[in-house]
C-alpha cells in the first residue's frame, strides 16, 4: 500500500505544472499580452498566500484592448501555459477612449480589464 501511495504522489508531481519564479511571470504576461494585441496599463505584486502543501504568489493587472476576444484569448494563454497560473478573478467594463488627431476628435469604444493571476507552487519543491 505505501509503495502504491508513494507511486501515485510522484506521479502527482510528475503532472504537475512547472512553477514559475516572479519576474518570469511578468515576462510571461507581457509576452501574452503583445501576442493578442493587449495593453498592460498596470501591475502591482499581491500578498503571497500559502498553506502546508501549497504557495501562490500572483500579481494584479489592469489591461486593454480594442476588442473583448483579446482579453478572453489572453486568459486563455494564462490558463494554457505550461506554468502553473491561474486566473483567480477578473471584471471587465467597456470605455470610451478619445484622441486628438489634428483638427479632430475621435472616439473609440476598447475593453478595459482588472484581474488577479496567480502562480502556484508545491512547497516540496
Excluded: C
Amino acid at each position: 500500500e505505501s509503495q502504491r501511495l508513494k507511486g501515485e504522489y510522484s506521479a502527482f508531481l510528475g503532472n504537475f505544472s512547472k512553477p514559475i519564479l516572479t519576474d518570469q511571470l511578468v515576462n510571461k504576461l507581457s509576452e501574452f499580452a503583445a501576442d493578442r494585441h493587449v495593453q498592460i496599463l498596470s501591475f502591482s505584486p499581491v500578498k503571497e498566500k500559502s498553506d502546508n502543501y501549497i504557495k501562490v504568489v500572483g500579481v494584479q493587472i489592469n489591461i486593454a484592448s480594442g476588442e473583448y476576444k483579446n482579453i478572453v484569448l489572453f486568459m486563455k494563454d494564462v490558463e494554457d501555459a505550461p506554468y502553473a497560473l491561474r486566473v483567480g478573478q477578473w471584471s471587465a467594463k467597456m470605455k470610451e477612449q478619445r484622441s486628438n488627431d489634428g483638427a479632430e476628435e475621435s472616439r473609440k469604444q476598447i475593453v478595459e480589464a482588472n484581474m488577479e493571476i496567480g502562480a502556484i507552487s508545491l512547497k516540496d519543491e
